[in-house]
């Protein structure tokens, strides 16, 4: 996964939030837009768009970001910077047998994962599907286990990227036909009526489809909130067959030769690059 882009009305407090709070670098600032992330990579795009609306609770887009951390102490370190920074925000954790997994709001109602994936040899799959489960997970035991001084005081230097991202749509069947038959993800998890999970190269999940606020929603109009996911395919032969099958089944998409962007059933623009193109 590449990286979320979000449409917001206050730039410098969500600047503020995705910086001071989460503990991503500004690594690139153009008024309207500040990126956000570690390194080179880009986690979050912030984009000012004052003139536009606030989603309705019940319409098409995003669930939230997941951000992942390459270690329990830079989860921690950052679970307890937005707990600090911005309290009443925590929505809740789990414990997801593939992942430690902790909830939040940002300053303008997008959510946010923030978790640690165990080591894959500890995933169970049977017949194809991974085992996740949501069994609560203690955040102060959490905290207390694997919060150092030195994440306590600042962000604890490492790898964090977006891990997956989750969206709500409004039905599951054309959910998992454009998202698994359409764009070529597999189907690791399915909660029939509720949601889809979908990845690549055998990761629990890079992206998720859920209509548990949504259900019904038609195809949205540009908001606050989600303004574009990123994919990125390993090479330029799979960016092309990625055209050609949009074309055998006529998808609008856009495609210059470097990425190939199209809007999914509701509306939600992806935007797909290879390595190094985008």
């Given at each position: ?17 995705y910086?001071?709070?989460?503990g ?18 880009p ?17 098409a ?120 038959d ?59 067959e ?37």
């Amino acid at each position: 996964m590449g990286a979320v882009t979000l449409n917001v009305a206050d730039l410098d407090a969500m600047t503020r939030y995705y910086r001071d709070a989460v503990g991503l670098e500004v690594i690139d600032e153009a008024d309207p837009r500040v990126v956000l992330g570690r390194g080179t990579r880009p986690v979050i795009v912030l984009v000012h768009s004052p003139e536009l609306r606030h989603a309705g609770p019940r319409e098409a887009g995003l669930f939230h970001t997941a951000i992942l951390f390459d270690s329990k102490a830079a989860l921690a370190s950052a679970v307890y910077s937005v707990a600090q920074k911005h309290p009443g925000t925590f929505t809740g954790s789990s414990d997801h047998f593939v992942s430690n997994a902790f909830y939040f709001d940002d300053p303008e109602g997008n959510g946010v994962e923030l978790y640690w994936d165990r080591d894959r040899s500890q995933w169970s799959w049977v017949h194809g599907t991974i085992e996740m489960g949501t069994v609560y997970l203690d955040p102060n035991r959490f905290l207390a286990e694997n919060l150092t001084e030195e994440g306590m005081e600042h962000a604890l230097p490492g790898d964090a990227r977006v891990g997956h991202v989750h969206l709500s749509v409004g039905d599951v069947d054309t959910a998992r036909a454009f998202y698994v038959d359409r764009l070529g993800f597999d189907e690791t998890i399915s909660i029939p009526g509720q949601a889809v999970f979908v990845s690549a190269g055998g990761y629990h999940h890079h992206m998720a489809m859920n209509v548990w606020n949504s259900r019904g929603a038609g195809r949205r109009q540009q908001t606050l909130g989600l303004g574009r996911v990123d994919i990125e395919v390993p090479d330029g032969d799979a960016l092309g067959e990625l055209g050609e099958r949009l074309a055998h089944f006529g998808i609008d998409s856009r495609d210059d030769g470097r990425t190939v962007e199209l809007d999914d059933p509701w509306g939600n623009r992806i935007l797909v690059t290879a390595e190094g193109r985008g």
